[in-house]
């Protein structure tokens, strides 16, 4: 079974390069199931139910998120609704939404967790490697394709977790800083392993922002409003895992990596 996994969607132009460029690579690649983190769809920051079904349409199969999940406050009114929109499972018990959940395609069941670093992070949320213990005792009981999204800063907390998880899920890939990183690996014991997937936006960007906009807060330290950079060239940024049906582990993973011309 084929997961193409896409980074941080960011706004518009991420939108964008995903209704011009799946339907070719879903000729070119083959694969079964698109899951897509999704939380600076929206402007840059969080979803709407709006975007939320554009990117159904689309082609979108399960979304993934992270800190900015809630940054649109319409969340809070259909993310109970929505199977497929999950936000990271170690938030403090009592928050809308999930964390994970059981989906079917083709009539094979896979499963997909949404877990939340708390290096660097500034959160006070559940030790994640704990939830997913939770987690995994409850879905590996009705699948072994499990596939986990470590929304995170920190890649040494991305990589412990990958050792930590390696055999039990067949992949855990990282998102949150918008940089893909060329650790793409099977792991000892069968799981695919990536630090960071990357982002879906105009690559001349701060991580899909506006540069100059960055560039000024940093230089003085004074609080900016950022918005989504919409000028140039959009980079897609992926992976694709195969993924084997029987055993749960990982066959092969590689980075995709796409340009949508504007």
């Not at 990183?181 to 792991?187: Q, S």
Request: glycine letters at 10%; hydrophobic letters at 40%.
């Amino acid at each position: 079974m084929k997961f193409l996994i896409i980074g941080d969607i960011i706004g518009r132009p991420g939108r964008r390069a995903l209704r011009e460029l799946l339907p070719a690579l879903k000729q070119e690649l083959g694969y079964d199931v698109v899951i897509a983190n999704v939380e600076n769809s929206a402007g840059g920051f969080g979803i709407t139910e709006k975007v939320y079904k554009e990117l159904k349409e689309i082609g979108v199969d399960v979304m993934t998120s992270g800190n900015h999940i809630w940054d649109k406050k319409e969340v809070f009114g259909f993310i109970d609704k929505v199977p497929d929109l999950l936000r990271p499972a170690n938030y403090p018990k009592g928050v809308p939404g999930k964390g994970y959940g059981i989906y079917e395609k083709g009539g094979v069941k896979f499963a997909v967790i949404n877990l939340m670093g708390k290096v660097f992070m500034d959160c006070n949320l559940e030790n994640p490697f704990r939830v997913f213990d939770e987690i995994y005792e409850e879905v590996s009981k009705e699948t072994n394709i499990i596939l986990v999204d470590f929304h995170a800063e920190a890649t040494s907390e991305k990589w412990c977790f990958g050792i930590y998880a390696d055999g039990k899920v067949s992949v855990v890939y990282g998102t949150h800083t918008h940089v893909p990183t060329a650790d793409e690996f099977i792991l000892k014991n069968g799981t695919g392993y990536v630090s960071d997937v990357g982002m879906t936006g105009v690559w001349y960007s701060a991580i899909g922002m506006k540069p100059e906009q960055a560039i000024e807060r940093i230089l003085y330290s004074l609080p900016r409003r950022f918005e989504v950079e919409d000028r140039g060239e959009i980079v897609f940024n992926a992976i694709l895992v195969d993924v084997d049906e029987k055993t749960g582990k990982t066959k092969g993973i590689e980075r995709i990596k796409r340009f949508l011309q504007v």
